[in-house]
Nanobody, 120 residues
Framework: QVQLVESGGGVVQPGGSLRLSCAAS????????LNWYRQAPGKEREPVAS????????HYVDSVQGRFTISRDNAKNTMYLQMNSLKPEDTAVYYC?????????????WGQGTQVTVSS
């Protein structure tokens, strides 16, 4: 059974930092790319960052480029999102996500999310 458990959210002032973690189990973690998404109040869920299976390649949405860093530790089955220079518009619930093909069909899994609030 696939499980993704996010942690590390909280309330931080503008300009501050947070580090999110996503602990994974129930699938072969090191085989698949992983993603962070976020959903702000009243908005659709959007992709934030993605990382390939070995951690050697990452991509970011333009709004977080240069401020956020995605990483993973395949020995610990854990993915991270280091968020620096946080802005009020970064306020959202952050979700980790994995997608892969099982028996010819796409399977997609989500964590429960962790709230990030950037406010003075």
């Amino acid at each position: 059974q696939v499980q993704l458990v996010e942690s590390g959210g909280g309330v931080v002032q503008p300009g501050g930092s947070l580090r999110l973690s996503c602990a994974a189990s129930g699938f072969d973690f090191r085989r698949y790319g992983l993603n962070w998404y976020r959903q702000a109040p009243g908005k659709e869920r959007e992709p934030v960052a993605s990382i390939n299976s070995r951690g050697g390649s990452a991509h970011y949405v333009d709004s977080v480029q240069g401020r956020f860093t995605i990483s993973r530790d395949n020995a610990k089955n854990t993915m991270y999102l280091q968020m620096n220079s946080l802005k009020p518009e970064d306020t959202a619930v952050y979700y980790c996500n994995v997608q892969y093909v099982v028996d010819g069909r796409m399977a997609e899994y989500w964590g429960q999310g962790t709230q990030v609030t950037v406010s003075s």
